[in-house]
């Protein structure tokens, strides 16, 4: 086999060569410099030596001139193969020491194989005479090599200068893209920390990436799993913590399955959190899959707020359609109750009708009752607030408590040191604490402890489930039966009761509900079945003074002879005012709503000294009336009744505290007092 040494310093170039010679069935053997293919050859002589001439320890030329005054090697054909840098003058050099060829490249790799033949034929066929040095003297011929190996190296160093160059640019853009990379991950690292969602990125061999603190705080991952980072046991560990793993397991898998889907889910915890689940594929500009990314949510919070907005919201909706349905019964009410007080006074004591009137007034007072309730819950009742010291109400309410509640029950109350002061209707307060005592009285049938507990609340956003703000606090607390989840959600409801028929109407806490809420104040419930239950009621403490409390009056009814206007749009409950009012010696002129009242003012506005006037009323409301009506006559006494005021006092403040009030259904007693006494005032 033909034997070929190649000589080239670069190891690329060598291997370039040498796979092409081979290819051609030569035999090939390398070296990296001229001594080592002097060595080489000096062993086993090969048939034709190709080499570079740019080499460390010993150049091409050297080695030429070493080749040639070896008479072992000398009659070998030697080429020299050489790069850029060329010019005649080498090639002149070259061969003046005996070279044979000298090939430039850059060659088609075929051609230089076709001249590396033809040069091995020429010797074969004995056509090629081998090379003979020119027998230049040693310092000529010194002066020729390093005239053309500086020339060479002149421009090897200019081509290494540019190169040098282009490399420092390079530099230059790979610090700039460094940097700018650096800055991004910084950016993209703080806005994965920077959030209050858990974050988790999986590769696409399910592999964890990365995640965010967050991510492990809301799982509360072990932290082997962590340093595993297998996604596998991961999902183990979630698995353990969902309520549903089976629906979780099957989505999580679907969407590895499925790349290219996003998803959103709710994912209910065994611990009662619930997560926003989203997850999107990660997906290169070319369309690979890099993975997929989590994200995850806690929105707990914002659905027991949700939970509740809808809470209020359905009690609103039931309220106003109980209050409406409430204030028109109202006006039967007061017929009937006026009517039967009017046949009263008009029967002898020893009539046996006597007792039946008092059942018709008894009945009534019950359905004035329960409209009462009705409306409070609607916030249509209206409502007269004074600052009102907490603990002085529910001491006053102590004494009375014991009758309520039996003997079996140990009764404690204990009040906070200061004051609580808060504005409230005192007699409304008392109800909702009367119902809540007899709600616990009846939870707790075989005994048991109550306690009345009052304190100062700060509410802080953040954390409770009120408004900001500081608060009158009422805790009352009973070791009754308790009430399930399902229960307490019904428990404001109207008609919600758990009692036997003719036990509860289910009315109680409902008027709690409207009567707390008109306080601008908050009622809530802690229970657990068999343990007890904790009602808390929270009102904004005020800053405005106590009032001085005014005497109450004697149990007489009062006569007498003014003239009054009566104003007042429902026919039924006109006539049985004017009768009664009459019945006691009033005259009474009587005016059909607003607009009449004025006009009859201006007909016989001499003789009225008092105008009773009903607030709500089409045309012209009462407050207008009488406005107009003082316009003329500002001393003009005048006293107000409606069962419908609660938005009116609320939006339009017309309750001052100076100002002549009565809730519908009227008294009869309270009617003929209150004339009385603005008449005398
Ligand atoms: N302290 C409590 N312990 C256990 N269950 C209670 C308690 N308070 C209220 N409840 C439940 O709430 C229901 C509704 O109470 P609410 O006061 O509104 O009506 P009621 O007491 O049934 O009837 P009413 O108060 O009109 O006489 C009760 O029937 C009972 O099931
Ligand atoms: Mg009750």
Redesign the pocket.
């Known amino acids: 086999m033909i034997r070929i040494l190649i000589a080239d310093d670069i190891a690329e170039n060598r291997y370039m060569l040498e796979t092409l010679l081979k290819g051609n069935g030569y035999e090939v053997v390398a070296a990296c410099n001229g001594s080592e293919a002097l060595e080489l050859a000096r062993k086993t002589p090969p048939d034709l030596i190709v080499t570079d001439i740019l080499m460390p320890v010993m150049d091409g030329f050297a080695l030429c001139r070493e080749w040639k005054a070896d008479e072992l090697l000398k009659q070998i054909p030697f080429v020299f193969y050489t790069a850029t840098y060329t010019e005649p003058k080498d090639e002149e050099f070259a061969l003046s020491l005996g070279a044979e060829r000298f090939i430039v490249k850059p060659k088609k790799p075929e051609e230089i194989v076709e001249l590396l033949h033809e040069i091995l034929d020429d010797v074969h066929a004995g056509r090629l005479i081998p090379g003979e040095p020119s027998h230049k003297k040693e310092k000529d011929f010194l002066q020729d090599y390093n005239a053309t190996l500086l020339r060479k190296l002149e421009r090897k160093m200019g081509q290494l200068e540019r190169s040098n160059e282009a490399l420092k640019q390079e530099i230059v853009e790979r610090k700039r893209i460094e940097s700018e990379l650096l800055y991004r991950n910084t950016i993209l690292a703080t806005q994965q920390e920077a959030t209050l969602d858990g974050i988790l990125i999986v590769g696409g061999e399910g592999r964890i990436l990365s995640f965010n603190k967050r991510f492990l705080e809301m799982w509360g991952l072990p932290s082997d799993i962590i340093t595993e980072k297998s996604d596998a046991r991961m999902l183990q560990s979630a698995l353990d913590k969902v309520a549903d793993p089976g629906s979780f397991f099957d989505k999580v898998k679907y969407l590895y399955e499925h790349k290219d889907q996003t998803s959103r889910d709710v994912i209910e915890l065994k611990d009662h959190r619930t997560f926003d689940r989203y997850s999107a594929p990660i997906i290169g500009d070319q369309g690979q899959y890099y993975g997929r990314v989590w994200y995850f949510r806690d929105i707990t919070e914002q659905k027991k707020l949700e939970e509740q907005l809808r809470q209020a919201q359905k009690m609103e909706a039931i309220g106003a359609l109980a209050g409406g349905v409430a204030h028109d019964f109202n006006n039967i009410l007061s017929a009937i109750m006026g009517y039967a007080c009017l046949l009263q006074m008009k029967t002898r004591p020893d009539d046996a009708v006597g007792d039946y009137i008092d059942q018709i007034l008894a009945g009534t007072k019950r359905g004035a009752g329960l409209t009462k309730?009705l409306l409070a819950f609607g916030r249509k009742q209206p409502m007269a607030l004074r600052p009102v010291n907490i603990n002085d109400l529910i001491r006053g309410f102590q004494k009375m408590i014991g009758r309520l509640i039996g003997e079996d029950i140990e009764f404690t109350v204990a009040c906070a040191e200061d004051s609580l002061i808060v504005e409230s209707d005192a007699g409304q307060l008392e109800q909702v604490l009367m119902?809540?005592m007899?709600?616990?009285r009846?939870?707790m049938p075989s005994g048991g402890k109550l306690t009345i507990s009052t304190s100062t609340f700060t509410a802080r956003t953040d954390q409770d489930e009120i408004e900001q703000g500081s608060y009158a606090l009422i805790a009352v607390s009973?070791t009754?039966?308790?009430?399930d989840k399902e229960?307490q959600e019904h428990?404001?409801e109207p008609f919600?009761?758990?009692?036997e028929v003719g036990?509860?109407?289910?009315?109680?806490?409902?008027m709690?509900y409207g009567i707390v809420k008109d306080h601008r104040g908050f009622i809530r419930v802690y229970?657990e079945p068999d343990k007890?239950?904790t009602?808390k009621i929270y009102l904004p403490l005020t800053s405005r003074p106590l009032p001085v409390s005014p005497k109450e009056d004697e149990m007489l009814l009062p006569a007498g002879s003014e003239t009054i206007l009566l104003v007042e749009d429902n026919a039924n409950v006109r006539l049985v005012t004017g009768d009664l009012l009459r019945e006691f010696g009033y005259t009474v002129l009587e005016a059909v709503d607003g607009e009449d009242a004025v006009r009859v003012f201006e007909e016989n506005g001499d003789r009225v000294q008092l105008v009773l006037c009903d607030l709500v009323m089409p045309k012209k409301s009462g407050k207008e009336a009488v406005e107009e009506i003082r316009k003329k006559r500002p001393e003009m006494k005048a006293i107000f009744t409606s069962g419908y005021t609660a938005e009116i006092i609320a939006r339009k403040g017309m309750l001052e505290d100076d100002i002549n009030f009565l809730s519908k259904p009227v008294s009869m007693i309270d009617l003929i007092r209150k004339v009385r006494e603005v008449l005398d005032s």
């Open positions: 309730s119902n809540l007899t709600n616990a009846d939870a009973d009754g039966s308790g009430m229960t428990i404001f919600f009761t758990t009692k036990k509860g109407t289910g009315l109680g806490l409902a709690a229970s007890g239950t009602f």
